[in-house]
């Protein structure tokens, strides 16, 4: 009998055990600052978003579970921006099944995006800012759906990171810097494009720019073929491919391993390049 009681107690306090190591905490802040930017570390899955002064106001929100909430760091820096990340490493403690911490982000505009490690962050509606928009993505990170506009804009994505399904507008220059094995995909328009792709990345981008500056290296591609170009300056070295979308004209510097083939009306010159169609 002494046996049947125990196993009972048991099998109703487990579940309670494990109710209470699941607990979360709610933590909301910064409802009365701007938010200028975000920086993210560590695992975290984000929602970012800007305010639109109606139904939307600026403010940084943290789900995390409650064993955890010491360990966390949740602040505002001097430039403005709102900062998610852990006093410790713990990346070992979210392989197995641990819940991420859940954080929605709203910002007043957005000229600052730095995440890393294996955290992700899905944006919704249109970030914007007067100034410059500074992109940054490291590690396992992910970047999905940010559509923003700014005077100008500088990416750097590296390590296995990617940027994907963008759609980014830049009044003047807008310059991508890709390294690793990571991935960007989407639309991006601007005045002047400047791409620096190396490693074994992959760019993938539709829209446009007057006038491009591309350095593809190692074993990268950059499929511009949806990208169309007024004039370029294309330098493809190693096994680096191409794909482009002329309509002025230009000239390739191109490797003996590497490739650079165009479409369009224009004219690209320069030893190994070669047309699509």
Same mark, same amino acid.
Request: proline fraction near 1%; glycine fraction near 12%.
């Given at each position: 009998?002494?046996?049947?009681?125990?196993?009972?107690?048991?099998?109703?306090?487990?579940?309670?055990?494990?109710?209470a190591?699941?607990?979360t905490?709610?933590?909301?802040?910064y409802?009365?600052k701007p938010i200028?930017?975000?920086i993210?570390?560590?695992?975290?899955?984000?929602q970012?978003?800007?305010?639109?002064?109606?139904?939307?106001q600026?403010g940084?929100?943290v789900e995390?579970?409650?064993?955890l909430?010491?360990?966390?760091?949740?602040?505002y820096?001097?430039?403005g921006?709102?900062?998610?990340? !852990?006093k410790n490493?713990?990346s070992k403690?979210? +392989?197995? %099944?641990?819940?991420?911490?859940? /954080?929605? =982000?709203? *910002?007043?505009?957005?000229?600052y995006?730095?995440?890393t490690g294996?955290s992700?962050?899905?944006?919704?509606g249109?970030?914007s800012?007067?100034?410059?928009?500074?992109?940054?993505?490291s590690?396992?990170?992910?970047?999905?759906?940010?559509?923003a506009?700014?005077?100008?804009?500088?990416?750097?994505?590296?390590?296995t990171?990617?940027?994907?399904?963008?759609?980014?507008?830049?009044?003047?220059?807008?310059?991508?810097i890709?390294?690793?094995?990571?991935?960007?995909?989407?639309e991006?328009?601007?005045?002047?494009?400047? !791409?620096t792709?190396?490693?074994?990345s992959?760019? +993938?981008? %539709?829209?446009g720019?007057?006038? /491009?500056? =591309?350095? *593809?290296?190692?074993?990268?591609?950059?499929d511009l073929e949806?990208f169309?170009?007024?004039?370029v300056?294309?330098?493809?070295s190693?096994?680096?491919?191409?794909?482009?979308?002329?309509?002025?004209?230009?000239?390739?510097?191109?490797?003996?391993?590497?490739?650079?083939?165009y479409?369009?009306?224009?004219?690209?010159?320069?030893?190994?390049?070669k047309r699509?169609?």
């Amino acid at each position: 009998m002494k046996k049947l009681f125990l196993l009972a107690l048991c099998a109703v306090a487990a579940p309670l055990f494990a109710a209470a190591q699941e607990a979360t905490a709610v933590i909301e802040k910064y409802a009365d600052k701007p938010i200028r930017g975000v920086i993210v570390a560590g695992a975290f899955d984000v929602q970012l978003a800007q305010a639109d002064g109606a139904s939307r106001q600026a403010g940084a929100k943290v789900e995390i579970l409650k064993e955890l909430e010491d360990k966390l760091v949740f602040e505002y820096t001097d430039e403005g921006y709102v900062r998610l990340t !852990f006093k410790n490493d713990m990346s070992k403690y979210f +392989t197995g %099944s641990k819940k991420k911490p859940q /954080a929605w =982000l709203t *910002v007043t505009e957005l000229k600052y995006l730095n995440v890393t490690g294996a955290s992700n962050v899905v944006c919704t509606g249109i970030c914007s800012t007067t100034g410059n928009l500074r992109i940054l993505t490291s590690g396992n990170a992910s970047v999905n759906l940010l559509e923003a506009s700014a005077e100008t804009i500088n990416i750097e994505v590296s390590g296995t990171s990617d940027l994907s399904d963008a759609k980014l507008t830049a009044e003047g220059k807008a310059e991508v810097i890709q390294s690793g094995t990571s991935k960007i995909n989407g639309e991006i328009k601007a005045g002047t494009a400047i !791409f620096t792709v190396s490693g074994v990345s992959g760019l +993938t981008l %539709s829209g446009g720019a007057e006038e /491009a500056v =591309l350095d *593809v290296s190692g074993t990268a591609s950059a499929d511009l073929e949806n990208f169309s170009i007024g004039t370029v300056n294309a330098k493809v070295s190693g096994m680096g491919k191409v794909k482009a979308n002329v309509i002025g004209g230009g000239t390739a510097q191109v490797s003996t391993m590497g490739s650079f083939r165009y479409k369009g009306a224009g004219l690209v010159t320069g030893k190994g390049v070669k047309r699509l169609d």
